[in-house]
């Protein structure tokens, strides 16, 4: 689940933004004046709290109201963190997207390959997988994540800038799609892996529209694609 807002650092200069103003967009009032002294660099691991609260931040507005609530003031309120600490870290509002959606992958990643990891050391059939499949995928917590990645998906379409992001986040799914084939013995798991992750992308377009919690039929349309791409699925594939 998204995690909680923490308190707010000053690890950034201070400066206010306009109302509305998008991130990166050059201030022409309220300028103040700055010393001539550098300001010390803020310590690696401050840098890094501040930037993933920012990040965390925004994937919780997208998943609440949408990509057209991230707003420069909306971010930083929810982030604990002054208009000048965002603009700082975030010279656009297509960096703030993309890099939000690359966490969302990063931290998906490292959770999918912990579970395949610990469904392999079990060596469950391709029945016991899909099912597995089916109760994950509507755990109430995730669901938020869900929607905002879907809704980030979708403005990669109209932005150029977050399309790299978003073919990286499917890349990153169709891997562990094609490592999770190849366990199971299915033959050419790295070429059926995309067809695996656009079956699940549908289905999650689906439940997420209905509420989000209800994913049956996810085990049997899993079941019925293994099928298709096992030359002997009936035998190997359908009861175990």
Known sequence: MIGAVAPPDSDAPEGGTE???DVGTPRT????????????????????????RMLRATLKL??????????????????GVSLGSLTYHFSSQAQLLRESLLLYVEEETVRRERIARELASEKPGVR??????????????DIPQQIAELELHLHAARDPELRDAS??????????????????????GDRHAPAVVAL???????????????????SEALLALMRGLSPLADTALGTD
């Open 128 to 141: 016991q997988v899909t099912e597995a499949v089916e109760r994950l995928v509507a755990i109430p917590a």
């Open 200 to 218: 699940m992308t549908g289905l999650a377009v689906r439940r997420l529209a209905a509420g989000g919690h209800d994913a049956q039929g996810t």
């Open 29 to 52: 009032q309220g300028v103040q004046v700055m010393s001539t002294n550098p300001l010390p660099a803020p310590a690696s691991d401050d840098v890094v709290g501040v930037r993933e």
């Open 19 to 21: 109302e509305g103003q």
């Open 167 to 188: 073919r990286r986040c499917f890349e990153a799914h169709e891997q562990i799609a094609g490592a999770a084939l190849a366990t199971l013995g299915i033959a050419e």
């Open 62 to 79: 997208i998943a609440d109201e949408g990509v057209a609530a991230v707003t420069n003031r909306r971010v930083a309120g929810a982030a």
